[in-house]
């Protein structure tokens, strides 16, 4: 509480940042948080309560009266607006009909219909607050206008100018850098139609899926995006904080799905809604450890004339399982960046292999050694190696294999992969250095 007393005394309103306020309470133990959040600015609160993690979200909400949190929500920006009333309607419906209630006519609109889309569609994240400049309008027109807003605080991150026509069709898009070097005694029209190529805007449609949009941001580098109907119609804009808002939440889930466990699940309080997904996972991995011990079942009598195997069988499993988790998590991380294009999975399959292929040899021969020389028996060591040679080589093909598979098929493909690869190099593991044994020494 001290520390958040401090920070709100020794700042000046306007200097106070939301995402500060919500490190400093997330420091604190559960006595002096629900102490220090009813000293939260009350224009912070959805602020500070949209930055906070979800388990945080109820005690700040429960902590004010509906019409403070609605004052601070009508100084958000329409797309925060709505993440917000989403989110407390998820925690207390009858609390966010309340703050709904209270909230403008015009933002009310804004919210409703944005809540009309689907959670992977563009038109979910676009702010529909956006100023947009006539064709036909003057240059010094448009500053005036654009200064005054800006002046009124109705603008927020804005670099970038729509142009549309009369109709409020979208038709271009002027950087401001270059909105200065105009002749402001010429309409935008003139200006433009020296080059308009050059003020050409890169659209997304409001139905688009989202993570289409994020790679259009960044293979054009964009600040800022319009986002139009299925007519050209201007309808908002999504700019680059909510874009690295969803990179931050792909990699999160890319983390989860590698580990087996739901996202929402564990940022979730309720301790049987997590164990439960990752009951899931640990279930299906029993099996496959089973399908695995099945395999050394097989080699029994192998086992047993030469107990060395024994020792050595779980350097073959964990050095396959390694290697394949690095194919696997490149591949996926490619995947999910967009670098790997439909045609080009040959190239990332021959790739992993030979880097397989070639750390295989390499350690083929240390084990091969070590093997040889521990045990006093030479040809253990040639086992062995053949072994880790094999089981290196197919997991570099299966840690590439399997993602791609999955992506063809419309699968996530993080979620499960490391089940299937593990499973896969366990058993070929298993089985090529007790296969081999068989064969060459019996």
């Not at 792909?250 to 301790?271: K, P, R, S």
């Amino acid at each position: 509480m001290d520390k958040l007393a401090h920070y709100l005394n020794t700042h000046p309103a306007d200097e106070l940042h939301p995402s500060e306020i919500a490190s400093l309470l997330k420091d604190m133990n559960e006595k002096s948080f629900d102490d220090a959040v009813t000293h939260i600015p009350k224009e912070l609160i959805a602020d500070v309560a949209l930055e906070l993690p979800d388990r945080y979200f109820g005690d700040v909400v429960e902590s004010f009266t509906p019409e403070e949190i609605a004052q601070s929500l009508s100084d958000m920006e329409s797309d925060d607006q709505t993440d917000f009333i989403q989110e407390l309607e998820e925690v207390d419906d009858t609390i966010a009909k309340e703050v709904f209630e209270q909230l403008h006519a015009d933002d009310q609109a804004d919210i409703l219909q944005l809540k009309q889309y689907d959670e992977d569609e563009a038109g979910a994240y676009m702010q529909v607050e956006v100023y947009a400049a006539k064709l036909d309008h003057k240059v010094q027109e448009v500053v005036k206008e654009f200064a005054e807003l800006k002046r009124q605080d109705q603008l927020e991150n804005v670099n970038y100018l729509f142009v549309t026509d009369e109709d409020g069709h979208l038709r271009y898009g002027v950087g401001l850098d270059d909105l200065l070097v105009f002749d402001f005694n010429r309409t935008l029209r003139e200006n433009i139609n020296e080059n308009p190529e050059k003020y050409k805007p890169v659209i997304g449609h409001d139905h688009d899926n989202i993570h289409e949009i994020v790679k259009k941001f960044k293979e054009y580098d964009l600040n800022s995006m319009p986002i139009v109907d299925e007519y050209g119609y201007l309808l908002g804009r999504i700019t680059s904080d909510d874009i690295y808002d969803i990179i931050s939440e792909q990699a999160t889930d890319q983390m989860y799905n590698l580990a087996g466990v739901n996202d929402d699940a564990e940022e979730d309080d309720d301790l049987y809604k997590a164990g439960k997904t990752r009951a899931l996972w640990l279930g299906v991995n029993l099996v496959t450890a089973i399908a695995a011990s099945f395999v050394i079942g097989l080699f029994e009598g192998t086992i047993q004339s030469y107990v060395a195997l024994a020792v050595l069988m779980p350097i073959v499993a964990s050095m396959g399982g390694n290697a394949g988790t690095q194919s696997l998590t490149v591949v996926v991380r490619q995947l999910a960046l967009g670098e790997i294009a439909k045609h080009d999975a040959y190239r990332t399959i021959k790739k992993e292999v030979i880097l397989s292929l070639a750390n295989g040899l390499l350690f083929a021969v240390i084990i091969g050694i070590i093997a040889a020389i521990w045990f006093d028996k030479g040809m253990l060591g040639v086992v062995i190696a053949m072994a880790m040679i094999i089981n290196l080589l197919s997991a570099g093909f299966f840690g590439s294999v399997i993602p791609l598979l999955l992506k063809k098929f419309g699968v996530d493909p993080a979620i499960g992969s490391t089940v299937i690869l593990t499973t896969v190099t366990d058993i070929v593991g298993f089985f090529a250095f007790l296969g081999l044994a068989t064969i060459i020494l019996l």
